[in-house]
């Protein structure tokens, strides 16, 4: 029940494709962040200057605090860092590909970073269609090597067009 509570909060939202909350602007290729921390400090100013936040430490706070938990890695050198807090004004994806891989956890170096910020309000349900939808497009290799191919936003954006939550 809770669930399709959340399905209809989110549809009342307007929010239906993943690129209702993925702007072309969000997305960042040839990031050159050498290490997890970099990457972490990056994406948390780019929360700050698109406005999704109000303060950027706060968002890198609550990025490193999930960290703590355990790794977002989920393999294929692609981690999904993400934070769910009051503060955040809507649902957020940022992308970057980096220009090299960075040690994400001793057993994981990534190069593909997927950061979500969720508003703590409607973080359950977002948080989970997100991740879920996420996942099935991050199992499917022509996705993900195309990910890492193409070399404009604007190209990487139309691959995530289609992704419905």
């Known amino acids: ?9 989110m549809e009342s939202e307007g929010v239906q494709f993943m690129s209702e909350i993925i702007k072309q602007e969000y997305i960042h290729l040839h990031c050159p962040a050498v290490t997890k921390a970099e990457v972490l400090q990056t994406a948390s100013r780019w929360a700050a ?6 303060d950027a430490a706060l968002f890198l706070k609550g990025l490193w605090d999930r960290e ?5 890695g989920v393999g294929d050198g692609i981690a999904i860092p993400h934070c769910r807090l009051e503060s955040i004004r809507q649902p957020s994806v940022f992308f970057a590909h980096l220009e090299n891989p960075v ?3 001793p057993e994981e170096e990534v190069d593909l970073i997927l950061v979500l910020a969720v508003p ?6 977002t948080h989970i269609r997100l991740l879920s939808q996420l996942a ?12 890492r191919e193409l070399d404009q936003p604007a190209a990487i954006y139309a691959l995530f067009n289609d992704i419905q939550l």
């Open 1 to 9: 029940m809770k669930f399709l509570t959340g399905i209809a909060t």
């Open 49 to 54: 200057e698109a406005e999704i936040i109000a």
């Open 68 to 72: 703590a938990e355990f790794s977002t």
């Open 103 to 105: 040690r994400w956890s």
């Open 120 to 125: 703590q309000s409607n973080a359950e349900n």
């Open 136 to 147: 099935r497009k991050l199992v499917d290799e022509v996705f993900v090597s195309q990910l």
